[in-house]
């Protein structure tokens, strides 16, 4: 049995080159003749510089999704992705099919049964290649609002059901020119320490476009990733300079000036707090558009790969089935409510137990019993009547109340108001 393939979720912000990171990385494994399954997850775009094999515009239309439910375009994009996650359970069908030609994936769990539904469009899959060697590797292309995926209902169960029986990893995709300035830098940082612990998945911070770069170099990026005394130089530098926060032509605000403001000492903070994020994080810098760190990116991706099997995976399988534990405690609990509401008969038999221990604080409360007693008891006395013979019914009944008049006259006996002897009586309270 092969290795299960790697699943590659590219995230990014909108230009940071994710679908140029996509085609680059695409047509590298072509070229090693190891073909990846392509999947495209965003419904608006237009062109994609690579072959789909699961496409979602193939399934759902974003423009009449739009029209259709008067959205606007993030909801247009929401909309569709939720439409298309509806068959989420088609969609791990085909790639298990390709995964595993051969015979059924090496899995202890599957979250696809939660998601499984028949009220959308099934997504369609292009045709198969001839041969049937198994793929390695899926690459995931997102939409570039990458709130839409990553925070979304649907991008967390299409990440839950392909970790559910993939390894998984996130690509965040970074403009490493635009990232140049601390602010922006720090910016991209805590969105991925976000993604991470949204997402529950291992993450690998990818600068693109390096060759953009002033002499290609990028190695400033891992130097303030590693060395906080660099980066606090580099946010010196920009608020001497004024450049700090965007600010242009020399001028500094009075938030970003001298080194005091308030921004200048929370990027400081902020660096001393992921120094651990750092630590755990895999960097690498490629070129989308020469594909320099091509190869050193997929490295990374086979060390995060074991990394999932080895960290991720247990994690993965606990949650599942403490998911499983309790949806099965709760299916109980709503089954034992059901018989117990249908439990007629011994509710009124607990009923009338504890009736029989209530003692009667005041002296209407001893006639309103008394009364209910002689309801309850003529009640007894007509479904005795259908039951048992006639006879025997009017000796119990008689013996009934030949005991109830005996106790009454014994407290009239003692010139007593009867109320209030039954009172006395019924409280034990007659010494």
Known sequence: MSKPPVAIVCVGMAGSGKTTFMQRINSYLYGQKDPPYVMNLDPAVRSVPFDSNIDIRDSVNYKEVMKQYNLGPNGGILTSLNLFTTKIDQILSLLEKRAFPDGPPPTSFTATSAYSSSSAATPASSSSPSNTKPISRILIDTPGQIEVFVWSASGDILLSSLASTFPTVIAYIVDTPRSSSTSTFMSNMLYAIS????????LILVFNKTDACKDGDWSWAE???????????????????????GAEGGETSTAYGGGSGYMGSLLNSM????????????????????????????????????????DYRPELEKRWKEREQAKEERREKELGRLMKDMDVGGNKQKAAGTRKKYEPETVSDV??????EDRMMGADEDVDDEIVDDEDDDDEGLKARYERALHEGRGNQEGDDMSFARYVAAANLNR
Do not use: N
């Open 195 to 202: 993604i991470l612990y949204k997402t529950k998945l291992p």
């Open 367 to 372: 006639e309103d019993e008394e009364d209910d």
């Open 223 to 245: 130097k303030w990733m590693t060395d906080f005394e660099a980066f606090q130089a580099a946010l010196q530098q920009e608020q001497e300079s004024g450049s700090f926060g």
């Open 271 to 310: 660096s001393l707090v992921l120094e651990e994020f750092y630590r755990h994080l895999k960097v690498c810098g490629v070129s989308a558009m020469t594909g320099d760190g091509i190869k050193e990116f997929f490295e990374v991706v086979e060390e995060k790969r074991e990394e999932f099997e080895k």
